[in-house]
């Protein structure tokens, strides 16, 4: 059995477990609602609601924190391995912001920056650049000596060795912190949502989770929390396992032999 | 005189103190040279190849080529790996040529490519990629890249090593093809006596006292080249 | 080999043994759980706790109390089984009841002063405010909301104008970002932080007595049906307890204060003032109960509109004015 075939099944079984807790464990239909009454919510406020566009809007933010996370990364990266003072200032700034889960420092952002995009931006691109710079740089680093050898006798200057000879070795880590920065920034964009309330109009999909939650909507909030899924299994399990594809023939490490 | 060392010296921190990998150590090559390199493992062969490249540098002496003092690395003195791995695996084979003539900034580098991939003849190969090359065909590409360059010298570490005997020696007679065809000079090292003796203008053995030149026309060669190699005593440190 | 499992076995059995006896136990025993909440509005409840006025009544029973979030998380701890009284703002419990959750008011518990605040001294309405300026909330379905939506359909006829422009924080939070320059600059507000926020230089436009037509009912005690079937004793004591705090509160504020102030972190005269509030806030009587269902009904937060009577366990508690 193909292993995508294997997977559709077992969450075939994972809804039919739900369904049958939902219907016969005796929990309140309040607190876990049935699949049916899930996917109908779900239907409705997709094609009748505003969750279509807050769902575009969360995969928006993401998708913008995505590109300034990893241009942020590969800059300090490319930075940090041709010179040790860079290499010092970012190995120190890595040491002490990484750590830091973006959520703890919301309220001193709302401070500084007010409540609009640019902080639930700022949020995020904090979640993906850290995963995405420590993955790149250790990825650098595994450059075989002799690459280097053979950069400096083709005369090349330390920027080129580091773009053209060493960023390619890298490829595979890069992609594997990009993978760990993406699903960080995710939840820490649900998180931010549901503060932030509705930016830019609508507000995103955590914001309607929040909605969902406070205005007591058992089979909305589901829908909520099933949409969020799909959206991590489609990203994950389609682009992500393409682009690993795409890449991984042209820049993945070879076996040595 | 072409290639020449003048008072090379290397020191590397060991565990007991410095210890000296080469000291003073000169030679100087005519254009056209196929100088061997015979030495135990760990005698520093590797190391010597290197500094002469400019790749490493030495505490003391200067690298000269025809007469003027080498700063630094160049693509006028190339450096043959051991690893087979030495071309770039994301560029195809013709890539990695046409990368190397680009960035060294010759023209008709497409052009030139294909004529060095023709001299190996590996042209079949040229829109493969190096996983896709057998380990021989791997080291004809390293060679072809360095001829594209049209680099003077050629220093070579232990480059067929790693090969089946037989490939190996298919590589070193298109080796020999290509320097009576293109007339570079070679500095080739190795610790095998049958490769140096099937190779080379000139033979030497790098040792504890240095480098020590042996005529290739004397009878008993082999025999001195194992003495040679056998003498020295205590076992160098790993330098290389 | 055979050793070691046959004693890894023994100690197995030991331990189901032991946790067996535990749950038969707990099923035999009574027990009384209630949501400990945090804040002024809850000092009835504080005071309870400290004097055990609920053990002495229930000798019998093992009262807990569980520090719980909000609404939400009490509507959750509820179906769940874990607390039998909670502590709701009078909108998420006529909410919950409007989507199924089967609770009903138990009784009132206090009410509260809430205005609107708006840190610039030029703005008196919301009208005035500017098309990126945001107005903070505790959290949407919450009073509070209830409170802005009615400002924003006496202002624009729509009480959802400003609901692109909503803020979910804690209170601190939100008094914070009003002080600090921020596009926050309106904050449906409680004590002590309008006071907090006076002192920063804001003004109130709007007061929640003003827009809800009078007094009203802000926190109320919540139980659900089944409790209130299966446990009656428990909820007379209960309600009981709570008329001895009030009393207690009523008759002797210094001491209350004083019980209080270290609890809450804010000083005994804050103390004093807050609950002195339009005459005294603590009441077990629940004011406002039929104008609050006929403002949410109206402005879509509840789809059906019930009958103040069916909200109550007991109507002699709803406010004269409010019974049908």
């Known amino acids: 059995m193909k292993r995508g075939t294997a997977q559709f099944l077992w969450v075939l079984v994972l809804l039919l477990i739900w369904e049958a807790a939902a219907r016969f464990s005796g929990v309140s239909p309040l607190l876990l609602p049935t699949v049916e009454a899930t996917v109908a919510s779900l239907f409705d406020a997709l094609f009748h609601g505003t969750l279509f566009y807050q769902a575009l809007f969360s995969i928006g933010i993401i998708a913008l924190g995505l590109f300034i996370g990893v241009a942020l990364a590969l800059v300090l990266a490319l930075l940090a391995v041709q010179s040790r003072l860079a290499d010092s200032l970012v190995g120190t700034l890595t040491a002490l912001a990484h750590p830091l889960p973006g959520l703890a420092i919301l309220p001193l952002l709302i401070l500084w920056f007010g409540s609009g995009t640019g902080v639930i931006l700022a949020i995020i691109v904090h979640s993906i650049l850290w995963p995405v710079l420590l993955n790149l740089t250790a990825g650098l680093r595994q450059t075989p000596a002799m690459y280097l050898d053979i950069g400096h006798l083709l005369s090349l200057s330390k920027p080129r060795i580091a773009v053209e000879l060493m960023l390619p070795c890298a490829v595979p880590d890069l992609l594997a912190g990009v993978q760990i920065g993406w699903s960080r920034g995710w939840r820490a964009l649900i998180s931010a949502e549901m503060v932030f309330g509705a930016v830019g109009r609508l507000g995103g999909v955590g914001w309607y989770l929040f909605k969902e939650r406070t205005f007591m909507d058992a089979p909305g909030l589901f829908a909520g929390i099933l949409l969020v899924i799909c959206i991590g299994v489609l990203v994950e399990g389609v682009l992500f396992s393409r682009l690993e594809r795409l890449l991984l023939t042209r820049f993945g490490r070879e076996e040595t032999k | ?240 | 080999m055979r050793r070691i499992s046959a004693a890894l076995l023994s100690v197995l059995l030991l331990l189901s043994l032991l946790t067996g006896c535990q749950a038969g136990k707990a099923e035999e025993k009574q027990t009384l759980a209630l949501a400990q909440q945090f804040g002024i509005a809850y000092a009835p409840i504080e005071i309870m706790r400290q004097q055990q006025l609920l053990e002495k009544r229930l000798p019998d029973v093992t009262v807990t109390w569980q520090q719980y979030g909000g609404p939400t998380a009490i509507r959750e701890g509820m179906l769940a089984g874990d607390i039998d009284i909670g502590f709701v703002g009078i909108v998420p419990v006529l909410i919950g009841i409007d989507t199924g959750m089967p609770w009903r008011y138990l009784c009132g518990l206090s009410r509260n002063e809430v205005a609107i605040m708006v840190r610039d001294p030029d703005v008196h309405s919301l009208a005035d405010l500017a098309s990126k300026d945001k107005v903070a909330i505790l959290s949407p379905a919450c009073t509070q909301h209830v409170i802005l939506a009615l400002a924003c359909e006496k202002e624009f006829g729509d009480p959802n104008a400003l609901d692109s422009r909503l803020v979910s924080m804690s209170h601190p939070d939100s008094a914070a970002a009003m002080a600090s320059g921020t596009e926050i600059v309106a904050h449906v507000a409680t004590p002590p932080y309008i006071q907090e926020e006076v002192d920063a230089g804001a003004h109130a436009i709007y007061t929640g007595d003003e827009l809800m037509g009078g007094s009203f009912t802000f926190v109320t005690c919540v139980a659900l049906e089944q409790f209130y079937a299966d446990k009656p004793d428990y909820c007379t004591a209960f309600l009981d307890a709570l008329e001895e705090a009030d009393a207690y509160i009523a008759e002797h504020p210094e001491e209350a204060a004083a019980a209080l102030a270290p609890v809450y972190g804010i000083t005994e005269e804050e103390i004093l003032s807050q609950i002195d509030y339009g005459g005294g806030i603590f009441s077990t009587e629940l004011q406002g109960v039929d104008r609050m269902i006929a403002a949410m009904y109206r402005m879509g937060f509840i789809q059906a509109e019930p009958d103040p009577a069916d909200t109550v366990f007991d109507t002699s508690y709803l406010a004269a004015e409010d019974a049908s």
């Open chain 2, 1 to 240: 005189m072409s290639f020449a060392a003048e008072g090379l010296t290397k020191r590397y921190p060991g565990k007991d103190g410095m210890h000296t990998v080469f000291e003073q150590l000169s030679f100087s090559l005519p254009d056209g040279a196929f100088l061997v390199v015979l030495g135990r493992s760990g005698v520093g062969k590797s190391t010597l190849l290197r500094v002469l490249a400019g790749i490493e540098k030495a505490d003391a002496g200067e690298v000269l080529l025809d007469g003027a003092p080498r700063a630094g690395a160049g693509r006028d003195v190339f450096f043959i790996f051991q690893d087979f791995n030495q071309l770039f695996p994301w560029m195809t084979l013709e890539q990695n040529l046409t990368y190397a003539l680009r960035r060294a900034k010759l023209p008709e580098s497409t052009a030139r490519a294909r004529e060095a991939l023709g001299q190996v003849d590996l042209l079949d190969a040229a829109g493969k990629y190096p996983r896709a090359l057998s380990g021989g065909m791997k080291q004809r590409g390293a060679l072809a890249r360095a001829l594209a360059l049209r680099s003077r010298v050629l220093l070579l570490d232990e480059p067929f090593s790693s090969l089946d005997p037989i490939t190996r020696r298919q590589c070193g007679e298109t080796l020999l093809r290509l320097w009576r065809a293109r007339d570079f000079t070679a500095v080739f090292v190795t610790h095998d006596i049958g490769e140096a003796l099937s190779l080379g203008t000139g033979i030497a053995v790098l040792g504890r006292a240095g480098l020590s030149f042996f005529d290739p026309s004397a009878p008993g060669l082999a025999e001195d080249l194992e003495n040679a190699l056998g003498d020295g005593g205590e076992k160098p440190e790993y330098f290389d």
